[in-house]
């Protein structure tokens, strides 16, 4: 009987305890899935056109990771969760300056046949 009391005792403190460790585990999957918006972003160039958001992104995780070490699960994945925001948005940074760099090429090449034509006109003019 003492023996079954003890595990009952022991199994509710264990119980009590992973309770109180700050909510539900974080499955592996929402830390993967950061990691990969974290790297998408720094494909898209984040880390010369959205440094400031990236490095946000980075320190969130970083203290998800540290958290989650800690059985924090909830601020963990509230961690998570501003990194993924913050991931994405450098991201979009990242492709926006992208498009207005490409835009700025485009205008620049339309600008050069434009004169180059200009100077055909004239040429025909001419002869």
Do not use: Y
Request: net charge neutral.
């Amino acid at each position: 009987m003492k023996n079954a009391t003890w595990a009952v005792t022991l199994a509710v403190g264990t119980l009590i305890a992973g309770c109180a460790s700050g909510g539900p585990r974080i499955p592996d999957a929402d830390v993967s899935q950061t990691e990969l918006a974290i790297r998408s972003a720094e494909n898209a160039t984040a880390t010369q056109h959205a440094r400031e958001m990236l490095d946000r992104a980075r320190s969130a995780f970083s203290a998800a990771q540290n958290e989650r070490a800690k059985g924090e699960n909830d601020a963990a994945r509230a961690h998570l969760e501003e990194s993924r925001a913050a991931a994405a948005a450098a991201e979009s940074q990242a492709r926006a300056a992208q498009i207005e760099e490409q835009s700025a090429a485009a205008n620049r090449k339309s600008e050069e046949l434009e004169k180059r034509i200009r100077e055909l006109n004239e040429r025909g003019r001419a002869q």
